[in-house]
């Protein structure tokens, strides 16, 4: 598209108004699907007009709440926001906001926590109730009224068409030159009339660059010009560098074996300090043409394809840095063609990573000296951002790795425990754990011998003979040898921590 005005639509743009305005339009107990993946494409304007008619009316005696869906986490003019002034009652399927965090920790606020793919079927299949209103960024609205996605597109597609009303926001800090990037896949339904999706290849298109809306179920359009919450990475520690170099001499070792190709298999890549450095390795390393089927393209996998270590990303939204959003910007047209930006439950669908063979690298908060991996609880009991994509990779990829540094907070709490907290991923879907002391290959390994090459290979000094001593005290206990386990004593380690503030 060309020209000044983003809103091209007649009708449409006959529906501009003020986000105060908007918001205003928002009824007392409404279920909102917001835009937003990652802090970017989330609407700027609405959510913020939102809670602050949210505060008024609390200060007036009459509380407001909504509900909120999205596509993950967003920024602190939404979830931040929105927590702040009480607003939020239910909160869906994922977030990373410090106010939000406090909110659901304290009991203020229900937060469902779901497999990313999996939230447009709950969503469709009415699992979640009725959805009220849809509030989406775009970056413009073409003449016939089809809209430009922004910088994610997670669940847009799934708000537009369950919600009975829309709240378009048109950014235009988002490039324009974004048209084409994206592929919206019209092709889904519920069982059990599902067919085949015919996606082969991370590069390949089976959408449209589009997202459509019934004009009128457009109840405001709201002009913002605002960049994404871009948040600087920390430069890789030496943690992380050693967690990536581990990595990379798996593959180096896998591709020898000849158990992965050359080129690898297509990555996918959790966001964060860990995920940054191995993506900075393997652009330092000898593969030429990798690709990626992911949720996020962050700084490193942009590194990759100016490096020709990559040559396609599919994902559902980015998370850059403001320097790494300007590379964007200023060259998006060596990028155009070389990044995809699909709906979440394509760019993580289960058949997808199952068929393309992902390896998948996440992280974690605890694992247990048998694989079973916590990636969201705190002690067991507090949320601290919520299962993500990680999920629907690890279980359905080829390779599932997790990765963190074997200790936090200054080494009081080993990140290798006798038995997890809480677990997200079993020991069924975790084949390879990585921590700076080294990696675990799981696969193929009974219980018992998984217990062993976890201790040896990824605990702390510092925790490591307590580990071991464990699991042979539990092993000589004379109860269950399949999965050894000292019942009494299993989770002694966090009880430590919460009355002596060490494990
Ligand atoms: N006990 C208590 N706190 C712990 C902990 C443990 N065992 N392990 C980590 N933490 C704390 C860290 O101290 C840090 O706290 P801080 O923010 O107060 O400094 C925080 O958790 C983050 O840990 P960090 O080591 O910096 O790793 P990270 O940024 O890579 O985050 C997860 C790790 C697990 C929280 C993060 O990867 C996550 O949310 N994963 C689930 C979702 C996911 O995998 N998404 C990607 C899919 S595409």
Redesign the pocket.
């Known amino acids: 598209m060309s020209g000044t005005s983003r809103i091209l639509n007649s009708q449409l743009s006959q529906r501009i108004m003020s986000a105060e305005q908007a918001a205003e339009l928002i009824p007392p107990g409404a279920t909102i699907g917001m835009s937003g993946f990652t802090g970017a494409g989330y609407p700027k304007a609405v959510p913020k007009a939102l809670a602050e008619r949210i505060r008024r009316l609390r200060d007036a005696g009459s509380p407001m709440r909504v509900n909120i869906w999205t596509g993950?986490s967003t920024a602190p003019e939404l979830d931040g926001a929105l927590a702040e002034v009480d607003g939020i009652n239910m909160r869906l399927p994922?977030q990373?906001d410090a106010v939000c965090r406090k909110q659901i920790n304290e009991g203020q606020m229900q937060y469902l926590d779901i497999h990313?793919s999996e939230v447009s079927q709950y969503a469709w299949s009415g699992f979640l109730g009725k959805l009220d209103v849809a509030v989406i960024e775009v970056a413009a609205v073409l003449e016939d009224g089809r809209l430009i996605p922004s910088s994610s597109i997670g669940n847009n597609k799934t708000w537009i068409e369950q919600a009975d009303k829309v709240i378009l926001e048109v950014n235009d800090k988002q490039s324009l030159k974004m048209e084409g990037m994206h592929d919206v896949y019209y092709g889904t339904a519920l069982p059990p009339n599902r067919k085949p999706i015919l996606l082969t290849e991370p590069s390949d298109r089976i959408g449209e660059r589009y997202l459509h809306c019934p004009l009128d179920k457009v109840i405001a359009v709201v002009e913002t010009s605002s960049s994404d919450r871009n948040s600087a990475f920390t430069p890789p520690d030496e943690t992380s560098a050693l967690i990536a170099d581990h990595i990379l001499d798996f593959f180096a070792h896998e591709v020898k074996k000849g158990r992965l190709p050359a080129q690898l298999l297509p990555i996918?890549?959790?966001?964060?300090?860990?995920?940054n450095a191995v993506l900075e390795g393997l652009n330092n390393g000898p593969y030429k043409n990798l690709s990626a089927f992911?949720?996020?393209i962050q700084d490193g996998m942009l590194k990759m394809l100016k490096s020709g270590t990559l040559k396609v990303a599919s994902a559902t939204a980015f998370s850059l840095s403001p320097d790494a959003l300007d590379e964007f910007n200023n060259n998006i047209d060596f990028y155009k063609d070389k990044i995809i930006l699909r709906q979440q439950d394509i760019s993580?669908h289960p058949e997808l990573a199952r068929r393309l063979g992902v390896i998948?690298m996440?992280?974690?908060?605890?694992a247990d000296i048998y694989g079973n991996v916590?990636?969201?609880h705190?002690?067991g009991t507090r949320m601290?951002?919520?299962?993500?994509?990680?999920?629907?990779?690890?279980r359905n990829g080829y390779l599932s790795i997790f990765?963190?540094?074997s200790?936090?907070?200054q080494g009081a709490?080993?990140?290798i425990?006798p038995m997890v907290s809480h677990v997200?991923h079993t020991e069924h879907d975790v084949k390879i754990i990585v921590t700076e002391r080294g990696l675990a290959d799981l696969r193929g390994l009974a219980p018992k011998q998984r217990a062993k090459c976890i201790i040896e290979n990824c605990a702390h000094p510092e925790f490591k003979d307590r580990l071991m001593d464990y699991y042979e005290r539990a092993c000589a206990s004379g109860r269950g040898m399949h999965t050894p386990h000292l019942l009494e004593e299993a989770f002694s380690w966090h009880v430590n921590?919460e009355q002596h503030g060490r494990m």
């Not at 996440?362 to 605890?366: D, K, S, V």
């Not at 601290?384 to 690890?394: Q, R, V």
């Open positions: 993950a994922f990373s990313l996918q890549s959790g966001v964060g300090n860990i995920a992911t949720e996020v993580n998948a996440n992280g974690l908060i605890e916590n990636s969201t705190i002690m601290m951002n919520g299962i993500g994509g990680s999920g629907d990779f690890a990765m963190t540094p200790t936090a907070k709490i080993s990140s425990v997200d921590f």
